[in-house]
C-alpha cells in the first residue's frame, strides 16, 4: 500500500540553525501538508500545498518557515533560523483531491526536531 | 474561534466497547474524521463522516450529528492494541480551507 515518506526520522539542530524536512508523498496525491506536534499537544496545521503554491497557512507559519517542491516526487518544509519553541513532531499528509474521494489525508511517519 | 472537545483518556477492559465523544463548534463544517495515534507515531486514518448518521467499519464505528456538533467512535471487542489516542479532526472549510482542526486527542487504555 503506497504511504508518505518522511526523513530524516530524528533531527537535532542548535537554535539559530536552518533545517530542511523532507517528504515523498503518495505518488497520485495532488495536495500536501505539514502540520507539527508539540510534545503532549495537540496536532496544528502548519500549511497546504497544491498546484505549486501555498493555498492555506495557519498563524504559526510565520516569515521563518517555507515550503517547496523541488521536483515531482519530493515536499520540503524549510525552517531558516530555529528556535527552541520549534522542537516537535513535524508531519507531512497528503491528499488525492479527487471529487468522488473522502478527501482523507495520509501522514507520513514523522520528523522529530529537537532544537537545542 | 474554532473548538473540539474530547475527554482526555478514557479507560476499558479488553473485550469490552468503548465510545468517544467529541463536540466541535467551528465556523465551517465539512466532514469530521477520526484519528488513531500510537506513542510516537503518526496518525492513521480511521473514518470519516460528513453526513449525519453512522458509518460502521469493522470492530470501528463513527456517528455524526452536524446540528449537534457531535461525534463519537465506538470501538467494539476491544483489544490491547487498541490502546493509543484518538484523535478528533474537523476540515472547517471557512477558515483553513482543506486543512484538519484537531482535537487534543482522547488516550485510551486497554487493560486485561
Known amino acids: 500500500e503506497p504511504e508518505v515518506t518522511q526523513t530524516p526520522s530524528h533531527q537535532v539542530t542548535q537554535m539559530g540553525q536552518e533545517v530542511i524536512l523532507r517528504c515523498v508523498p503518495i505518488s497520485n496525491h495532488l495536495y500536501f501538508y505539514w502540520y507539527r506536534q508539540i510534545l503532549g499537544q495537540k496536532v496544528e496545521f502548519l500549511v497546504s500545498?497544491?498546484?505549486?503554491?501555498?493555498?492555506?497557512k495557519s498563524e504559526i507559519f510565520d516569515d521563518q518557515f517555507s515550503v517547496e517542491r523541488p521536483d515531482g516526487s519530493n515536499f520540503t518544509l524549510k525552517i531558516r533560523s530555529t528556535k527552541l519553541e520549534d522542537s516537535a513532531m513535524y508531519f507531512c499528509a497528503s491528499r488525492d483531491g479527487l471529487w468522488s474521494s473522502t478527501d482523507t489525508q495520509y501522514f507520513g511517519p514523522g520528523t522529530r526536531l529537537t532544537v537545542l | 474561534g474554532q473548538n473540539i472537545d474530547q475527554p482526555t483518556e478514557m479507560t476499558a477492559t479488553e473485550g469490552a466497547i468503548v465510545q468517544i465523544n467529541c463536540t466541535y463548534q467551528t465556523s465551517g463544517f465539512n466532514g469530521l474524521f477520526w484519528y488513531q495515534q500510537h506513542a510516537g507515531e503518526a496518525p492513521t486514518f480511521l473514518s470519516y463522516n460528513v453526513l449525519d448518521g453512522l458509518e460502521e467499519k469493522g470492530r470501528f464505528s463513527s456517528f455524526l450529528s452536524r446540528s449537534k456538533g457531535y461525534s463519537y467512535l465506538l470501538l467494539k471487542e476491544l483489544q490491547m492494541k487498541d490502546s493509543a489516542s484518538y484523535l478528533c479532526?474537523?476540515?472547517?472549510?471557512?477558515?483553513?480551507?482543506?486543512?484538519?482542526?484537531f482535537g487534543k486527542g482522547t488516550t485510551l487504555s486497554v487493560s486485561s
Open positions: 500545498f497544491y498546484n505549486n503554491e501555498i493555498s492555506e
Open positions: 479532526a474537523v476540515r472547517d472549510t471557512t477558515q483553513a480551507g482543506t486543512a484538519l482542526i
